[in-house]
Structure formats: C-alpha cells, structure tokens
C-alpha cells in the first residue's frame, strides 16, 4: 500500500527556511519519482519540485530555483524539499506525490496518482 506523509511544515518569517520531509512506504523512493507541489489559497496546485533515481535529475519552479533544492535520502526511504530565502509568496499547503514513474515529465497534479495529507507553510512577519 502505497502511503506518503510530510511533515515539517509551519511560520516562518520571510527570509527564513524550513525542511519539509515526505516519509514513503509501500514502495522504495529510490526507484521512482517523487513530486513537491504546493497549493495556495484561491490558486491551482502548482509542481514546485521533482526529482527521479537519476542522480542530477531535478526539475524546480521558475519562482522557486535558487532558494528550494529536493533531497532524498535512500536508505530512509524520504524525500526532503529544503525551502531557503522564504517569501510570503510561498506561504502554500505544500503536498508530495508520485505516479510511480521513472521520470519527471508529468507536470499537472491530476497525472499523480499519489499524495500525501499536505503541510501548510506560512510565510509571514
């Protein structure tokens, strides 16, 4: 059974940083790819982050590049989104997800078959 869970969301100050943390089961993170996207208030979900097996293979949002960077860490079976130089633009409940595929093509929330509960990040002074 295929489940994901994130944590680490929570305020943050602009200029600040958070970890988030998607926790897998039911299959093994380091043969897929695992998606970050985010939903703010009143906007579509939008793909902030992928990464895939292949080591280099990354993809990040245009307004994100520079600040976030997407981990995995194998042997724990876990994605990371570590989130630098916040902003209040990127206050968001912040979901992870994955289609089980090898790649990071797919870029539209309804091509993920998967998802995790979603944690909100508030970026505010």
């Known amino acids: 059974q295929v489940q994901l869970v994130e944590s680490g969301g929570g305020l943050v100050q602009p200029g600040g940083s958070l970890r988030l943390s998607c926790a897998a089961s039911?299959?093994?993170?380091?043969?897929?790819?695992i998606a970050w996207f985010r939903q703010a208030p009143g906007k579509e979900r939008e793909r902030v982050s992928c990464t895939t097996w292949r080591d280099g293979d990354t993809s990040y949002l245009d307004s994100v590049k520079g600040r976030f960077a997407i981990l995995r860490d194998n042997p724990k079976n876990t994605v990371y989104l570590q989130m630098n130089s916040l902003k209040p633009e990127d206050t968001a409940v912040y979901y992870c997800a994955t289609d089980l595929g090898s790649h990071c093509g797919r870029v539209h929330d309804y091509q993920y078959d998967y998802w995790g509960q979603g944690t909100q990040v508030t970026v505010s002074s």
């Open positions: 039911g299959f093994n993170v380091a043969n897929y790819a």
